[in-house]
């Protein structure tokens, strides 16, 4: 595989898949923080200034359970850390492909392709890594929680 060859199939390609998983991981942070913000906020306007026959306390625990809910969810899927994870190799990549297009340090030497690809490697590398730790340690934990249920039923 030649150096254009390389840019192009694998280092533009995992350029632009942390760049969309980044902004989609931003994206579904955002909106579920925004909706959690909102629901809260909500809360005490319903309680203190609703009037009967209003479900005053049918909407406030509904408004809290999407709370506890979406919370869960945020901290289940790591959007807000995805999105800093995925941004930071996205823009470590780009970095790494124009210090090489313009021969820049550490690339100034004589064969440097050998060189780029070890350090585009490590990076997705150490990106992937990470997420199979991260995967594990779920597992983990919901086998232990799983095991102290059937310990307990």
Known sequence: MNEEEYISSRVDNQ???YDLKSQ???????????IEIFSAAAIPLIAGFAKEP???????GSLGALIALISSFIGLNQFQENWTEYRTTCESLKHEKYLFLTNSEPYN???PFSLFVQRVESLISK???AWSQYT?????????I???GNQNG
């Open 15 to 17: 350029i632009d898949w």
């Open 24 to 34: 989609k991981a931003q994206n579904c942070f955002k909106w579920l923080r925004g």
């Open 54 to 60: 209003f479900p005053v306390t049918l909407v406030i």
């Open 109 to 111: 030497e004589s064969e």
């Open 127 to 129: 990106e992937n890594s």
């Open 136 to 144: 594990k340690t779920v597992i983990d934990k919901v086998d232990l």
């Open 146 to 148: 799983l095991k102290k």
